[in-house]
């Protein structure tokens, strides 16, 4: 590969880094004022601090944005459906 290929490809991921943090932070922003977010070990955040975090590029913010991106994965995939009506059926 070429150097302005991979100057091309670099572009592109950060663009795409870039586009995948915004997407969590408006997702983020969607969360009540007060309400907190656990993260294991790390903490309880409120959203405007994981905005932080994501800003920062710091561990917590990739966490963050990797657990979104998961959960994204998984609504696509149908996971989050099948255990919706999994806990439905469990219900009855």
Known sequence: ?????????????????????????????????????????????KAEELVKHIDLDDEIGKIIVEIDMEFLRDLKNGKIYEQIAFNNAAKL
């Open 1 to 45: 590969m070429n150097k302005k290929n991979e100057r091309n490809n670099s572009d592109e991921e950060k663009e795409i880094d870039f586009d995948i943090k915004e997407l969590v932070k408006m997702r983020l922003g969607t969360i009540p004022k007060g309400v907190s977010v656990s993260i294991g070990s790390q903490g309880s955040f």
